[in-house]
Nanobody
């Protein structure tokens, strides 16, 4: 059983930055970030593999968000720059031992954190 704990959310003005962290209780091969706004489905944000050799971003965040990981700490980060009001959502990290074409969908992940709220004001 993998436990994931997110932190780093908060309230920020448009154009600002936040860095989310997700600490895992053990090493996991694939770690992803998803987000869910009120009334909307959970959507893919970014994913990274153990070596960091594979990183993928949703089109809506590419160029503004950067995913990284510190394997010594079993922690993945999501640096979010130039935030927009439409980035407002609960952000979740997720873990899986398999990287595939399904790694952009929530159903591919076995473990989830509790979520952290990100609110971007205009």
């Amino acid at each position: 059983q993998v436990q994931l704990v997110e932190s780093g959310g908060g309230l920020v003005q448009a154009g600002g930055s936040l860095r989310l962290s997700c600490a895992a209780s053990t090493r996991t091969y694939v770690m992803g970030w998803f987000r869910q706004a009120p009334g909307k489905e959970r959507e893919f944000v970014s994913v990274i593999t153990w070596t960091g050799g594979n990183t993928v971003y949703a089109h809506s965040v590419k160029g503004r968000f950067t995913i990284s990981r510190d394997n010594a700490k079993n922690t993945v980060y999501l640096q979010m720059n130039n935030l927009k009001p439409e980035d407002t959502a609960v952000y979740y990290c997720a873990a899986s031992e398999v990287y595939s074409s399904d790694s952009y969908t929530p159903s591919a992940y076995n473990y989830w954190g509790q979520g952290t709220q990100v609110t971007v004001s205009s």
